[in-house]
């Protein structure tokens, strides 16, 4: 069974500083790998998808990169902002097809502070 | 601004209550997705749909019915529910095997 773990659980940082969240699983059999952003009360939304094939992925200030057979995961966010606070889900799609339900872990809450 | 809209945003109902949870997006994507989102824990899958189709049930109670009525349409009927079912429901939607899309979910609380 696919575990994904997050730690730490919270971290707070000052504004500008460069930081990586870390994501690992257990089974490196996977499909993709997805990191999603989640505000408060609200719905989660896709940042960055590695399919299995694929390294890295980058989209703005943002940097994900997969090294599967190692079940590690990592989010680079460079030059932090206070709109950046919220909470990170890294989530892996297993390899029995499309149809294969996402594990998430359970997210790490990110305070930049201003 | 998501792409997948829900409502209502939040509900409230009673144990005895019968309501509905509605999900639409019009993306052309195949496949659909409730999940279900406690406090502070991840979102657990609850049913997906492809083509219209009800492929996977992760074991959930009777009294949560999903319906998917054409491929923009996703609707979650509830009936009998109890406290502990108060959550934040999440539907999503994919293309096939690519990222999923979420809506901002609905907000229900069971009295």
């Known amino acids: 069974k696919q575990e994904v773990t997050q730690i730490p659980a919270a971290l707070s940082v000052p504004e500008g500083e460069n930081l990586v969240l870390n994501c690992s699983f257990t089974d490196s059999a996977i499909y993709n790998l997805q990191w999603f952003r989640q505000d408060p009360g609200k719905g989660l939304t896709s940042l960055l998808l590695?399919?299995?094939?694929?390294r890295e992925q980058t989209s703005g200030r943002l940097n994900a990169s997969l090294d599967k057979s190692s079940g590690r995961s990592t989010l680079y966010i460079a030059a932090s902002q206070p709109g950046d606070s919220a909470t990170y889900l890294c989530?892996?799609?297993?390899?029995?097809?499309?149809?294969?339900?996402?594990?998430f872990g359970k997210g790490i809450t990110l305070s930049v502070r201003p | 601004d998501t792409e997948v809209t829900q409502t209502p945003k939040h509900l409230v109902m009673g144990m005895t209550n019968k309501k509905s949870l509605k999900c639409e997006q019009h993306m052309g994507h195949r496949a659909m997705y409730w999940y279900k989102q406690k406090a502070k824990k991840p979102p657990e899958l609850m049913f997906v749909y492809s083509y219209e189709k009800l492929s996977i049930n992760e074991s959930v109670p009777s009294r949560f019915s999903p319906e998917c009525p054409n491929s923009s349409l996703l609707n979650l009927h509830l009936h009998a529910l109890q406290p502990e079912d108060s959550a934040l429901y999440l539907c999503a939607s994919s293309p096939w095997g690519s990222p999923l899309h979420f809506g901002n979910g609905t907000r229900l609380t069971v009295t």
């Open positions: 590695i399919q299995s094939s694929q």
């Open positions: 989530a892996v799609q297993g390899v029995t097809g499309a149809n294969s339900k996402l594990t």
